[in-house]
């Protein structure tokens, strides 16, 4: 990411409707130099993602929101990193709260609760600008994202990273669902990208079929492993199928791997026995 001072509302580049950055204050291994928080338009404001319950961030957001408005706060999934801020803010500023609600399982923010029910491809209209909810399962059960229909800009959250790929949780989070909603991405007209991590990217249809090419490729290295190791622990396979990442990662990394495991097993190519996998002949 380019330097930046976190708090600090920087301005991205959109044609129609303002968008600005604000990095968080929670820099971390899992969260890079921090948390995106981005606001959108000029008097009728929306802001995505405002990260951790951080005093010094909340009063970061007022001072950008100044004297406009802030109508919606939109949440894309309620990991720590993302959704908990959303309730001080709205208490300060009675701003909407979008999203989907936590799932019952651990490591899930319970503090959000959204205004009512939203769908798959409901439109939030701020007069000024739309904003379309665009389900998008696979981290978690409950991520959306956001796409800014005037600009063609996605606030892709942990759905789409610039310079990593995102950890998949099961068992909230699903590998097919992941690549069945990176798939219908492709589908939909976009200009830009702006993640929760990293840097706003403009090339987003080839970033989208990188990303599902990583992840095939990586597919294949799992069933790779299991020819090569027969019947295996997680523990053994992530060594194999995760060579190319740093030790500190490799926790995260069998997430992920158990993922790959459970989307090969639904599809009949992979079993697993007492802890142990093997591939399906």
Same mark, same amino acid.
């Given at each position: ?19 600005? *950055? #604000?990095?968080?204050?929670? $820099? @971390? %291994?899992?969260t890079g130099p921090g948390t995106? /928080?981005? !606001?959108?338009?000029?008097? *009728? #404001?929306?802001?995505?993602? $405002? @990260? %951790? ?6 009063? /970061?957001? !007022? ?19 993302? /959704? ?19 799932p019952d399982v651990a490591g ?174």
């Amino acid at each position: 990411m380019k330097e930046s001072e976190a708090g600090v509302a920087v301005s991205i580049a959109t044609e129609y409707v303002p968008v600005r *950055r #604000l990095l968080g204050r929670n $820099p @971390g %291994p899992m969260t890079g130099p921090g948390t995106n /928080s981005y !606001l959108i338009g000029k008097q *009728r #404001l929306s802001l995505v993602d $405002p @990260g %951790p319950r951080d005093e010094a961030q909340l009063q /970061s957001f !007022l001072e950008a929101i100044g004297d406009a408005t802030l109508e919606n706060i939109l949440i894309t999934h309620t990991h720590a990193d993302h /959704s908990p801020g959303a309730l001080a803010l709205h208490e300060a500023t009675g701003a909407r709260l979008i999203g989907l609600k936590a799932p019952d399982v651990a490591g899930h923010d319970k503090t959000f609760v959204p205004d009512r029910l939203f769908s798959d491809e409901d439109i939030v209209d701020c007069g000024e600008y739309k904003i379309q909810l665009i389900a998008t399962p696979g981290h978690v059960s409950n991520h959306i994202c956001f796409l800014l229909r005037d600009e063609q800009l996605l606030f892709t959250g942990d759905h789409v990273l610039q310079g990593t790929t995102p950890v998949i949780l099961p068992p909230d989070g699903d590998m097919a669902a992941y690549l069945e909603a990176l798939e219908r991405l492709l589908t939909i007209p976009l200009k830009l990208l702006a993640p929760a991590h990293g840097d706003v990217m403009f090339q987003p249809y080839a970033e989208i079929e990188k990303l599902i090419a990583h992840r095939l490729k990586r597919e294949q290295k799992v069933l790779a492993g299991l020819d090569s190791l027969g019947a295996c622990s997680l523990d053994e396979l992530v060594v194999t199928v995760y060579d190319d990442v740093s030790p500190q990662l490799i926790p995260w990394a069998k997430k992920t791997l158990m993922a790959h495991l459970i989307k090969l097993q639904q599809e009949g190519r992979v079993s697993e026995d007492n802890e142990l996998w093997q591939a399906q002949q």
